[in-house]
């Protein structure tokens, strides 16, 4: 199995004022995924009595594409969102909530909005689209991946609605090499379907490290490994001496 490096991390999603959606951890059905939202993405009113912007703003969820429709209210830690003298991030108040994940969920929708004073609402939706979350290490799960020579080859199992599976590899011991490969389907066994790449050229004793892109109704996903990547061969492990000596035993045996 390819070594996942978030399993024990609780899932995060940062939603940043420069539009960017950053999940991290591990987003699982059965899970609690603390989201933090800049409120620079979302316009806002002056209130009244002093000039200060006003944020009353509420995250919608719902965890396929027609179930039921759930709302929370993002509270602002710090007690007010501060003003901000450019769009580095550092400067970001960020609102919080929190969104409890159910067993069956098939995936996580969400889409946020901001009442004005005046009762104006301002939406951040992905213009009607909304940001949908899958779960990554269940959609995609590593079989094995191998440099056998010249050849980088790959394995995997995927759920059945996943589609169109390519991986982005970088040779990273060699003169730069990098590339992307359309996986080919398999056959669908104790529901999940196989994909695979072989013969993909790399220079003899290459290390690669990988990444897969891929498609669910249409919307693109990326499964990096919490931006870490996955490597092949696998690296050999070092906090575990035990580990170490027996991965530099086989690896001095393979020649």
Request: neutral net charge; proline residues 8%; without cysteine.
């Amino acid at each position: 199995m390819f070594r996942r490096t978030f399993a024990d991390n609780a899932p995060h999603i940062t939603f940043t004022g420069t539009w960017k959606q950053l999940p991290f951890g591990n987003l699982v059905p059965g899970s609690t995924v603390q989201i933090a939202y800049d409120p620079a993405r979302l316009p806002f009113e002056r209130s009244n009595y002093n000039g200060a912007p006003t944020w009353s703003i509420t995250a919608f969820y719902r965890f396929s594409p027609n179930g039921a429709i759930s709302s929370k209210r993002l509270d602002t830690p710090t007690g007010q969102v501060v003003s901000r003298f450019s769009n580095d991030p550092v400067e970001a108040t960020m609102m919080t909530t929190s969104i409890d994940i159910p067993a069956d969920a098939d995936e996580l929708i969400l889409w946020f909005m901001n009442t004005g004073r005046s009762g104006f609402q301002y939406w951040d939706s992905d213009y009607g689209l909304n940001y949908i979350f899958r779960y990554t290490s269940i959609d995609i799960q590593g079989e094995n991946a191998t440099v056998n020579g010249d050849a980088f080859e790959v394995d995997i199992t995927a759920l059945p609605v996943v589609e169109n599976i390519h991986v982005n590899f970088k040779v990273i011991n060699h003169p730069p090499l990098a590339g992307s490969v359309p996986l080919i389907p398999g056959v669908i066994t104790s529901g999940r379907r196989t994909w695979s790449a072989r013969g993909i050229a790399v220079p003899t004793g290459a290390n690669v490290w990988f990444t897969f892109i891929y498609t669910v109704d249409g919307r693109s996903f990326l499964d990096d490994n919490d931006g870490a990547g996955f490597y092949a061969p696998k690296p050999i492990p070092t906090v575990n001496p035990q580990k170490f000596l027996a991965a530099m035993a086989k690896r001095t045996a393979a020649g």
